[in-house]
């Protein structure tokens, strides 16, 4: 079992930075492939970033890629998205994933094992 819990959301004017933190407890954090994930009002969730469980490897959606890094720190079981150049179409409730099988593997899919609870990103014009 593990539980991930986000914070850093906020209310940020467009063109601002947030980063995101995704704290892991429970089973060897390693093992495991992490991901960020958003939920924008009356949408379906939608895959953001992943990253091996290294860290030495990460996808983005093509939505934020150039703009959003995703980033891990093993030692601190903790996931990072840094997030610059914000857009209002970046608002949504955003969810720290974590899957035990290879990110190549689950990157784009919404079927991962482990979701935190959301942080909200609100992202004003």
């Known amino acids: 079992q593990v539980q991930l819990v986000e914070s850093g959301g906020g209310l940020v004017q467009a063109g601002d930075s947030l980063k995101l933190s995704c704290a892991a407890s429970?089973?060897?954090?390693?093992?495991?492939?992490m991901g960020w994930f958003r939920q924008a009002p009356g949408k379906e969730r939608e895959f953001v970033a992943t990253i091996s469980r290294s860290g030495g490897g990460a996808y983005y959606a093509d939505s934020v890629k150039g703009r959003f890094t995703i980033s891990r720190d093993n030692a601190k079981n903790t996931v990072a998205l840094q997030m610059n150049s914000l857009k209002p179409e970046d608002t949504a409730d955003y969810y720290c994933?974590?899957?035990?099988?290879?990110?190549?593997?689950?990157?784009?899919?919404?079927?991962?094992?482990?979701w935190g609870q959301g942080t909200q990103v609100t992202v004003s014009s």
């Open positions: 994933a974590g899957d035990p099988r290879p990110y190549t593997l689950v990157v784009g899919f919404t079927n991962w094992q482990y």
């Open positions: 429970g089973r060897i954090f390693s093992s495991y492939s």
